[in-house]
């Protein structure tokens, strides 16, 4: 690794890849994109060009087989997370994989065993995370700044307008709203409680028979009681938020994606909206990755953190399916 920079390749010309990955390297002091895969030369060769990457491959195995390349984001569609991420791991890379880490806590359970063989590391790339708005909840709610947590609501919805061919409306691609984008609400209740969910509700809405879920919302009870709503929608109107109620008080995070945008605590006429500036988040979540690669460090979030959100989300699936209660597998 010369120079103390992480050079990366990418596995597939997915547009978080493109649209978000790419121009965090760009500001990163230790990272770097310097190759992309695709499986076609042309498509390959195409993003690269057009987004100033040095070389393209038109397979994922030859990117693989790059001796140059220290470590891969993975951006490929759910179902095919864990396939590539074994693989890269097995040719010696370093692997960010893009959430949901898998379709379920056994798939997750490969991916990880195939990192510690190889001694690589593997991280979901779970990026809000790394915003000081939720990093700020979190801590107030471990200070007991809102007395005990009763509730919280988190939900990420947004509207597709033209799903046929769509990989989120895709079963044989692990779509659905949950996987796609509940999974963010999920972490985000698992996030701010410091702990785990102990059992699942769940219901689910198909809107065109597509196999998947087009809308979901489910309930996660926590072992002190505390209940949460996490929702999902590919078919509703934009909303990505948080807001965690306590006994004595509330926080609101209007916006989880907003890197500097406000989080409001409430405790009865008292209103404080604080507004917390921040870095691109995919930057500050390449520093940690390439920080860990370069110096040994153990990730803040490990991929075990990943299983516990996939066991999570697999109980909210399993209670829409089966019109049941589910427990959450404690990890």
Not at 161 to 189: H, I, T, W
Not at 204 to 231: I, K, M, P
Not at 300 to 315: S, T, W
Request: aromatic share 6%; hydrophobic share 40%.
């Amino acid at each position: 690794m010369p120079d103390g920079v992480v050079r990366y390749g990418i596995i597939s010309t997915a547009q978080i890849a493109l649209n978000r990955h790419v121009p965090a390297a760009r500001t990163s002091a230790n990272s770097e994109i310097t190759a992309i895969s695709s499986r076609s030369d042309a498509r390959a060769r195409r993003a690269a060009e057009e987004h100033g990457i040095p070389k393209w491959y038109g397979t994922y195995d030859e990117l693989l087989s790059d001796p140059d390349l220290d470590a891969v984001v993975n951006p490929l569609p759910n179902s095919m997370h864990a396939e590539w991420t074994i693989k890269a791991a097995e040719a010696g890379k370093h692997i960010l994989c893009e959430k949901p880490l898998s379709v379920d806590v056994a798939e997750g359970r490969r991916m990880v065993d195939a990192a510690n063989a190889n001694n690589v590391i593997l991280v979901e790339a779970f990026t809000h995370r790394w915003s000081p708005h939720l990093r700020k909840a979190r801590q107030l709610i471990a200070d007991g700044a809102i007395g005990e947590v009763t509730g919280l609501d988190s939900a990420l919805r947004f509207n597709v307008d033209e799903p046929e061919g769509n990989v989120r409306f895709s079963k044989e691609l692990a779509g659905g709203s949950l996987m796609d984008a509940g999974c963010y609400a999920v972490y985000a209740v698992r996030f701010a409680m410091s702990a785990e969910p102990v059992r699942a509700i769940g219901f689910a809405r198909d809107s065109g028979n597509w196999g998947v879920d087009t809308t979901f919302s489910g309930l996660l009870e926590f072992s002190n009681g505390a209940v949460a709503h996490v929702g999902a929608s590919m078919e509703q109107e934009r909303r990505c938020f948080l807001e965690v109620s306590g006994t004595d008080g509330r926080i609101d995070i209007p916006d989880m994606f907003d890197d500097g945008g406000p989080i409001v605590i409430t405790r009865g006429n008292d209103v404080e909206t604080e507004s917390t500036p921040a870095p691109n988040r995919f930057q500050v979540q390449f520093d940690e990755f390439s920080e860990c690669v370069l110096t040994g460090k153990a990730p803040e979030y490990p991929p075990e953190d990943g299983l516990r959100n996939m066991a999570a989300i697999v109980a909210l699936l399993a209670s829409a399916r089966d019109g049941a209660t589910a427990p959450v597998e404690q990890i």
